[in-house]
């Protein structure tokens, strides 16, 4: 099992930055990769950006490519969403989740962060 803790939300002014950090124990190593979601209100989940453990490999969503920088600090266990340049559209609570393998469903959670951008 991977636990996992999101920590660093806040309000934030548009045009403002913020970095989100995603602390992981117990099983981390059966971890394929770790993903950064988010959920607006009356919206579905969406994911943001994503990072392979072994491989850094990364992948961001359209809407923040650009603005966005999913990292990971393999010694402390774990990775950082650097969110800069930030939008009102980017309101929501994010969470970070593992995935044990490629193209398996993601499947330990942790309980979110809340990230408010005011216009």
């Known amino acids: 099992q991977v636990h996992l803790v999101e920590s660093g939300g806040g309000l934030v002014q548009a045009g403002g930055s913020l970095r989100l950090s995603c602390a992981a124990s117990?099983?981390?190593?059966?971890?394929?990769?770790i993903g950064w979601f988010r959920q607006a209100p009356g919206k579905e989940r969406e994911v943001v950006s994503t990072v392979r453990r072994v491989s850094g490999i990364t992948y961001y969503a359209d809407s923040v490519k650009g603005r966005f920088t999913i990292s990971r600090d393999s010694a402390k266990n774990t990775v950082y969403l650097e969110m800069n340049s930030l939008k009102p559209e980017d309101t929501a609570v994010y969470y970070c989740?593992?995935?044990?393998?490629?193209?398996?469903?993601?499947?330990?959670w942790g309980q979110g962060t809340q990230v408010t951008v005011s216009s």
């Open positions: 117990g099983r981390t190593a059966s971890s394929y990769a």
């Open positions: 989740a593992s995935q044990s393998n490629y193209g398996a469903k993601y499947d330990y």
